[in-house]
């Protein structure tokens, strides 16, 4: 199939535009693999501490240089439903390497926060910077520089994106991502949705909305519903850093260690001791991240994944923007209706089909690079393949070729909208994205007053007061990555849709993010420049009317001489302090804007 014309375009850009940085970081990734692993090279009191607490067989095997020695990078706590599995990955890898004559170690830990937890707390300043924690962790945990490739284990919302970041930092080391999968189906989705409103409303009391959140977030694994989470273990599969057909094998199951062993023993044998030296920095070059952004806009993906894609590109010297999002998004079916975009969730999604079906389509349609160096071998086509245990044995065999379930997934001729599911605007209240998805057509256009806020917890009070009577445009504003680390909104969706659901036209527009599960209420989010930056969000007053239009994708004030004002200059003095947030005031001085990455991680 010929490489769809937009695909084809927006990856020449993408060349063009990273040349001299993709340039300087291929010869660095030339220069250490001509290096090699330093282990042969340590002195005998390196060696030494390296190797001292590792059994007798394995230290004589590092220490005569014959064994190739796997670094486990570990996200694994058991207060994350998603994380948990991981307590018993290091002993089932550590016995995949022995079998296949080489060494594992547990190279380091990272944190990995819960955005489920802190949504709505203060924690949730932390988040976006904890992703670069993350990527600055592992590369401690590889800078003893003893390791011939490396297995991540993480799943959620930023500890994928660090992960992949301290990848591509040390690209010329070998690395194979295992997933943990997603914990099996509580209630409905629709329904926890349904319980979370009428405790808004006061319909019901915090007994049923703590029965039905409990009932929801249930045991071990990743939350169902389609979140950053779970678009971080489909962008691993299209981006090909998983085994095939991993991502959404449910926890504590046969076949899930079986593809974890497996992907152990894979990570050796792409070392440069075998005979298929696979460095990540050759995996993720700009085809990958094109297919990346293809996936993330086919199946209604999380926003967060638009700051986070174009971090992670830049530690492989690429340079994404958001006109590449936009544009790809224009050209790319939306095949899957998964929570919040539809009633199903991911168990759902992986049964009619999943990422296997997905990747054939779009490959069948030329919307995917096939040509693409992956963990599994040489072209994406190995992806449409599934994985099975047949007598104890794991093998992969031909996926679904048609959808098992066609109200939620769909193919790439007959989809769910003909584009996919983000939409970037622009006009002269800055330039934000829009996840189009979830929200029905006749709300892509809102135009309205505006009531300006500076905290989540304000716009609740005003709801609770039953201030909102009309239709409006909530804006947030001071919520950018220089203000307070760009917090998620997330908790505010219940209240809005509230309003939604009264009749109001409703929209938000914010320098902040929301959550991957958000998506019914329109949503003018990532706002750059931020308001703390000189953005013009900073010169809104209420009453103001605001424009927010997904059809053309503008986002305007209308009120006349309303950008002429001074920027208001808020008091963030609280921003700073508890919660660790004093902590993080270096990250907040030198981040840079959404549309970059918000990272302070590069120039």
Known sequence: ??????????????????????????????????????????????????????????????????????????????????????????????RAAHEVGGTAQVAGGVPAMCDGVTQGQAGMELSLFSRDVIAMAAGISLSHNVFDAAVFLGVCDKIVPGLVIAAATFGHIPTVFLPAGPMTSGIPNDQKAKVRQQFATGEVGRDKLMEAEMASYHGPGTCTFYGTANTNQMLMEFMGLHLPGSSFINPNTPLRDALTIEGAKRALAISALGNEYTPVCDILDERAFVNGIVGLNATGGSTNLLIHLIAMAKAAGIVLDWEDFADLSDATPLMARVYPNGLADVNHFHAAGGLGYMIGEL??????????????????????????????????????????????????????????????????????????????????????????????????????????????????????????????????????????????????????????????????????????????LARLHDGDVVRVDAVKGTLDVLTPGALDRPNVRPDLVENGFGTGRELFDVFRNHVGPAEAGATPLFA
Request: hydrophobic residues 40%; proline residues 6%.
């Open 363 to 536: 490959l069948g349609a030329g919307l995917l690079h096939p040509d693409v160096r992956t963990v599994a071998g040489d072209g994406l086509s190995r992806y449409t393949q599934e994985p099975k245990l047949i007598d104890g044995a794991l093998v992969w065999g031909e996926g679904s070729g048609e959808t098992l379930n066609d109200k939620i997934l769909r193919p790439a001729s007959d989809p769910f909208q003909p584009t996919g599911g983000v939409k970037r605007l622009r006009g002269n209240l800055g330039t934000g994205v829009m996840k189009v998805s979830a929200v029905a057509p006749e709300r892509h256009i809102i135009e309205a007053p505006v009531r300006v806020f500076a905290d989540q917890g304000d716009v609740k009070a005003a709801f609770k007061a039953g201030e909102f009577v009309s239709d409006t445009v909530v804006v947030v504003r001071f919520q950018g990555p220089k203000a307070n680390g760009m917090p998620e909104l997330h908790s505010l969706t219940p209240v809005l849709a509230v309003l939604q659901d009264r009749g109001l036209k409703v929209a938000l527009v914010t320098d902040g993010r929301m959550s991957g599960a958000s998506g019914k209420v329109p949503s003018a989010i990532h706002v750059s420049p931020e308001a703390l930056d000189g953005g013009p």
């Open 1 to 94: 199939m010929t490489l769809h014309a937009t695909v084809a375009h927006v990856t020449d850009r993408i060349v063009e535009r990273s040349k001299p940085l993709r340039r300087r970081y291929l010869d660095r990734m030339a220069r250490a693999r001509d290096e090699g692993t330093a282990r042969a090279h340590l002195t005998c009191g390196n060696q030494a501490h390296a190797y001292a607490a590792m059994p007798g067989d394995d230290k004589a095997r590092l220490a005569a240089g014959t064994a190739g020695n796997l670094g486990i990078v570990t996200a694994f706590n058991d207060m994350l439903s998603a994380h948990q599995p991981y307590e018993v990955y290091p002993a089932l890898i550590r």
